[in-house]
């Protein structure tokens, strides 16, 4: 497997924190960081693609910052259903 090299500059609480958890898990912050890579891609590969139709329709509604998605649903399905 062929392999570059790669520096990475991150803070030092982060490198710390990196050097700790390869060392508990045995592994090398290389593998860490290739298998992190790796799974991020493969969840992006697993999401399914918008069709032409959501796509076209994205940004059409604005909502007001302070809509409550879980108290708009609430009031539909109490509308729908009636009160209990």
Do not use: Y
């Amino acid at each position: 497997m062929e392999t570059t090299k790669l520096t990475l500059r991150p803070r030092s609480r982060i490198s710390r924190l990196a050097h700790s958890m390869a060392k508990r898990e045995k592994n090398s912050i290389t593998q860490m960081f290739s298998d992190f890579i790796l799974a991020r891609q493969k969840a992006i590969e697993s999401q399914p693609e918008l069709g032409p139709l959501t796509k076209s329709l994205s940004g059409v509604v604005t909502l007001p910052e302070n809509f409550d998605e879980k108290q708009f649903m609430s009031d539909i399905l109490a509308e729908k259903h009636g009160d209990r």
